[in-house]
């Protein structure tokens, strides 16, 4: 990407008052009118070269975004004039003697720039595609609600992974399991022959970050949303995304021959079910030309698959694989699986089960695997799969939706976490073999690569629960983009596009957001502790809970704590799931001198004693990080109540709201976690930390009804 931008003005207060925040990030409202007097001079037309949907989505687009943050109308013009917007494929460059030199390969890329043609000064939006001229539209319109000179744009991107998706975990009845900001946006009730305009705002804001796809339905799939009435309903739904280059998906229920078919067996290599697949597929692909595919749950956490049928994970990718190849669909198959059997170790499962399949999946197969070998949580190293299958595409799963950082009440900026597991080095082929390299296909030159996001969306007003919950499905769209891109920049332009305030105060929220994530590790999960939260719904600490039906979902099980000490060993003296990590990795990662403090837990069963790099000892370590996060909760707290007077009101208010409901929660988790686990070490408090306000027993007894999201 190349910027050659530099800034206009300072940014000034908020002009719309009462924000409810359903905007997101595209808000449009009257720039500073030095900043708009500028544009005004700049911006004069629009001129579209040949009109599709997408053309005239940019189009509209633009026109909305001009109008209200320059506030004047720009209209169509048939003749190029100094201000017009160009809207033109790159095919069609040659038409006004402009080269496609600078037009970016990839058919998503676009290149927003300032040219001449005829001796008039035009702003050039062009791509391979209607679908990138869109994309560079959301870009140029990006560069004015950032106030940045458009005088000599430059601006040229594209994207290193093809498929940038959001999984919704959404229910036919529209609850939305782990969902915390209502209920499903997908009103199945009136669909399809009511198009809600949400859904067009949800694919503006998806094509903004340059989301390309959406599953609409829950991995713990209901067979009927394949059935012919639901795929009617889907068709409304691709229908209105289509201008947005936003591909629907459905999520696959393994047993589907059987609950909707008829069959007898969903066995992957009976004929008849191989048969009722392919027609299936057929059926859909009737509906919609364009459908993506299937994301598939199988053998895990109770849903059907083909080990039912004592077959295995490719048996079953593959069947389905080759019903949608010849439409161009793609299958993305989870790697979160556990069986009945309890493990050794839950966090070896997905690999061994895997990795002896590699090369065994068909190429329009995509292997989807969480960003840890647990489950979501505040802090997991890489999951060790990345890297592990050469010969098979794998995709990467994040998940937004808040279900082990707090739900919707809780403040965390989660680029922070998706860096770290991108960035991360998996020695698959030496130095430099990031997560990103694998997942974006150039480590070994997979054809498809994908990434999902687990969506943090539903029917609240502002979309997302809590406003910074929004940056989140901001960041994911970007980083899915382009991987490279600095979280606090990120941030930085999050912060702009929905604030709109002085320097100052993005400053400060820039430094609360990208700190947030860290806060959050501290006060429920510091130095590598895990899946330590309440029982099933995973709301607050409950690092008490044993003897469940399984023992991997207690969370004992997990950090191991006793009056000797605590953390998981997964060295070669305890489960010895390091080995499944490349041997550099597994090397630091095993060597208690070179392996990162925040995995310590993760991979270590130490002593309550065990000498800490801050010199401390590890209760002590434990104990004060605990103490910590909940502090800097309360410091997040001060800075808001500094940016008063900056923010809009009833944003500042409800974020004032929910950061006290979280200095409670912080302060809940660490007295909850510090006396149980006192109650194993034995361990004074360290002198100087307030004591706990109620004793042990006070919070194993609290017990929580109707939480969301189950
Ligand atoms: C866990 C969730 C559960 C999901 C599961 C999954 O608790 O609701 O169904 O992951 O990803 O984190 O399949």
Not at 40 to 45: L, M, R, V
Not at 131 to 153: C, D, N, R
Not at 381 to 403: D, R, V, W
Not at 517 to 541: A, F, K, Q
């Amino acid at each position: 990407m190349k910027y050659r931008i530099t800034l206009l003005l300072i940014l000034i207060g908020f002009s719309a008052l009462a924000d409810n925040g359903y905007r997101l990030w595209l808000k449009y409202d009257l720039l500073p009118v030095g900043v708009k007097a500028i544009y005004a001079k700049q911006i004069k037309s629009i001129h579209i070269v040949a009109a599709s949907p997408t053309i005239r989505a940019a189009e509209q687009e633009l026109k909305t975004a001009i109008s209200g943050l320059v506030g004047h109308q720009i209209s169509e013009q048939a003749r190029l004039t100094d201000g017009t917007i160009l809207l033109v494929k790159s095919s069609d460059l040659k038409k006004y003697n402009l080269s496609i030199a600078d037009v970016p390969e990839n058919p998503e890329g676009y290149l927003v720039k300032t040219t001449a043609i005829s001796g008039k000064k035009i702003i050039l939006i062009t791509s391979k595609t209607d679908i990138g001229v869109l994309y560079g539209s959301f870009a140029f319109i990006k560069q004015l609600q950032l106030q940045q000179e458009i005088e000599k744009l430059n601006v040229k991107s594209e994207p290193k992974i093809r498929n940038r998706i959001l999984n919704h975990w959404d229910n036919l009845d529209r609850t939305v399991e782990r969902g915390y900001a209502g209920f499903s946006l997908w009103n199945w009730q009136t669909l399809p022959g009511y198009i809600d305009q949400r859904y067009i705002d949800y694919a503006r804001a998806n094509a903004s970050v340059g989301i390309n796809g959406t599953v609409l339905n829950n991995v713990n799939a209901n067979a009927l949303i394949l059935t012919k009435d639901w795929l009617l309903k889907v068709k409304a739904l691709a229908d209105a995304f289509r201008p947005y280059g936003i591909k629907v998906y459905l999520t696959a229920r393994f047993s589907a021959p059987i609950e909707i078919g008829g069959l007898k067996t969903a066995d992957p290599l009976d004929k008849e079910v191989i048969n009722w697949w392919k027609e299936k597929a057929d059926e859909i692909y009737k509906v919609i030309p364009d459908f993506g595919g299937y994301l598939v749950k199988a053998n895990s956490e109770g849903q059907p698959g083909p080990q039912n049928y004592n077959r295995n994970h490719a048996d079953g990718a593959n069947m389905l694989a080759k019903s949608l190849a010849p439409h161009g669909g793609i299958v993305m198959w989870r790697a979160f699986v556990y069986d009945n059997k309890v493990p050794d170790d839950r966090a070896k499962q997905a690999y061994n089960e895997f990795k002896p399949l590699d090369g065994n999946f068909d190429e329009n197969v995509i292997i989807q695997v969480k960003n840890g070998a647990i489950d979501f949580q505040p802090r997991e190293p890489f999951h060790p799969l990345f890297g592990a299958m050469p010969n098979t595409s794998t995709m990467l799963e994040f998940q937004l939706t808040q279900e082990y950082l707090g739900m919707s009440t809780n403040l965390v900026y989660l680029a922070t976490l998706f860096k770290e597991t991108l960035g991360a080095d998996t020695y698959a082929k030496g130095q430099g073999s990031t997560v990103a390299k694998v997942i974006n296909g150039s480590l070994y030159g997979n054809k498809n690569s994908a990434i999902a996001g687990v969506a943090n969306i539903g029917n609240d007003v502002n979309w997302c629960g809590h406003p910074f919950a929004q940056s989140n499905w901001y960041a994911f769209g970007k980083l899915a983009w382009n991987d490279e891109s600095p979280a606090t920049l990120i941030a930085d332009e999050w912060l702009k596009m929905t604030f709109r305030t002085d320097f100052a105060t993005i400053k400060k929220l820039n430094e609360m957001m990208m700190k947030s994530r860290e806060t959050v590790v501290d006060y429920m999960t510091p130095l590598g502790l895990h899946h330590i939260m309440g029982w099933d719904h995973h709301y607050g600490p409950g690092p008490w809970i044993k003897d469940k039906p399984r023992a991997d979902w207690t969370s004992v099980y997990y950090h191991q704590a006793d009056k000797n000490g605590i953390g998981f060993n997964r060295t070669n003296t305890g489960s010895n799931a390091l080995a499944q990590y490349f041997p550099a990795v597994a090397e630091k990662f095993s060597n208690l001198n070179t392996c990162p403090e925040e995995y310590l837990l993760w991979f270590h069963h130490l002593p309550w004693n065990y000498k800490l790099k801050s010199g401390n000892n590890l209760w002590d370590g434990m104990v004060k990080r605990y103490y910590k996060g909940a502090a800097e909760v309360k410091q997040m707290q001060a800075t808001w109540d500094s940016c008063e007077k900056q923010i809009d009101p009833v944003i500042y208010r409800q974020v004032k709201q929910l950061l006290a409901i979280q200095y409670d929660e912080a302060v809940w988790w660490r007295n909850a976690c510090v006396l149980y686990f006192q109650s194993k070490s034995g361990l004074p408090i360290p002198s100087g930390l307030a004591k706990p306000e109620h004793d042990l027993a006070y919070y194993e007894k609290l017990e929580f009804k109707f939480v969301p999201g189950i």
